[in-house]
């Protein structure tokens, strides 16, 4: 699990406007399209962090079902300087191994 601490949030954020917010995926029927599973980059939940006055945060994602293919899960962490980084990263790792049954091999 990566961790990055970073400095103290700066007195102005800025609204945290996600790119999927921004796009419009319609097909002729009118269902949303999906669009391909990646990694959740730390810059995105250093953002909510900074952006919602958080210390700590852990982003869970997932993509359930057979369709589209590949399905899996992704776990994101953010601590704003070393002690909360190194606590958000025991609770992503609690929340891999015990909660959703990833094994050492799959959860680095």
């Known amino acids: 699990m990566e961790c990055r601490p970073t400095r103290a ?5 800025t609204e945290m ?3 999927f917010f921004n796009r419009k995926h319609r097909r002729a029927s009118g269902v949303k399209s999906v669009a391909a599973m990646k990694p959740i980059p730390i810059s995105a ?4 962090a900074k952006s ?9 994602a997932r993509r359930v079902g057979e369709k589209p293919a590949p399905c899996g899960e992704h776990v ?4 704003l300087n070393k002690a909360h980084c ?3 990263a025991r ?3 609690f929340l891999k191994f015990k909660v959703m049954g990833w ?3 799959n959860g680095v």
Do not use: N
Request: charged share 30%; hydrophobic share 30%.
């Open 9 to 13: 949030p700066a007195e102005t954020t």
């Open 86 to 88: 190194d606590a958000a």
């Open 103 to 105: 094994t050492k091999e």
């Open 91 to 93: 609770i992503g790792d």
């Open 76 to 79: 994101t962490t953010y601590g």
């Open 52 to 60: 919602y006055g958080y210390d700590q945060v852990v982003i869970i």
């Open 45 to 48: 939940a250093e953002r909510i």
């Open 17 to 19: 406007e996600p790119e």
